[in-house]
């Protein structure tokens, strides 16, 4: 019994710590790849609790992929390609009141799985929604006709000196609309840290505007 105790008290530290290290977002936006390594440290660890021998070893495969997530981290953050293939991108569903159903086909997503998660959004119909967009964690972000701030595209155009290609076509807009657009500004794409559309202007934010 002592000894069930103590490696409780050890998991339960080190689990923490996991945790700790790998940031701080609540279950419901995590991305397919945390979530596997989330379930696989829980089996990991409940592997390891029963074995009456070896527990640090059984500790170990833990480490590892706790190591492993923390490189795939590093690399989405400094690799836009590489942050889409692990964790995807999100997909315009309704645009402008209209549905995309291609988007939908590529992202399996039916017509009652949309209109189930407009219901959770309080929407009633979809004659209502301006913008629906299935985030990368599978929930559905929706933006009513009757929003504000319904001129404000809701996906960014410039992301981490990265232009968005889908969302600036998305919008009607052209890469040399963007590139004049930056030069009247004196400005290149790799100076930009985010920029939206509101509109027909773009709105930036620049690198030396963040602190990074």
């Known amino acids: 019994m002592i000894d069930i105790i103590i490696k409780t008290i050890i998991i339960y530290i080190l689990v923490a710590i996991i945790f700790r290290i790998m940031g701080k977002r609540e279950v419901g936006q995590l991305g397919t790849f945390d979530l596997v390594v989330f379930i696989l440290i829980a089996e990991l660890v409940a592997l390891a609790l029963e074995k009456k021998t070896d527990f640090v070893l059984h500790l170990l495969p833990v480490l590892v992929l706790v190591l492993l997530q923390l490189i795939i981290a590093k690399l989405s953050l400094k690799s836009n390609k590489f942050r889409n293939l692990v964790d995807g991108r999100p997909s315009v569903i309704i645009k402008k009141g209209i549905i995309n159903f291609k988007n939908m086909v590529d992202q399996k997503y ?13 929407v009633r119909s979809i004659d209502e929604v301006d913008y629906a967009i299935l985030e990368t964690n599978g929930k559905l972000s929706v933006f009513k006709k009757n929003d504000k701030d319904k001129n404000v595209y809701p996906l960014p155009i410039i992301l981490d000196g990265k232009v ?20 009247n500004k004196n400005l290149y794409v790799e100076d930009i ?4 559309l509101k509109g027909n202007s773009l709105f930036i934010i620049k690198n030396n505007e963040v602190n990074k």
């Not at 017509?111 to 309080?122: C, G, M, P, T, V």
């Not at 968005?164 to 030069?183: A, C």
């Not at 840290?193 to 939206?196: G, T, V």
């Open 110 to 122: 039916t017509l009652d799985d949309l209109l189930l998660q407009l219901r959770e959004k309080d």
């Open 164 to 183: 968005e290609f889908g969302n600036l076509y998305n919008v009607n807009k052209s890469k040399k609309w963007l590139l004049d657009t930056l030069r």
């Open 193 to 196: 840290f985010y920029a939206f």
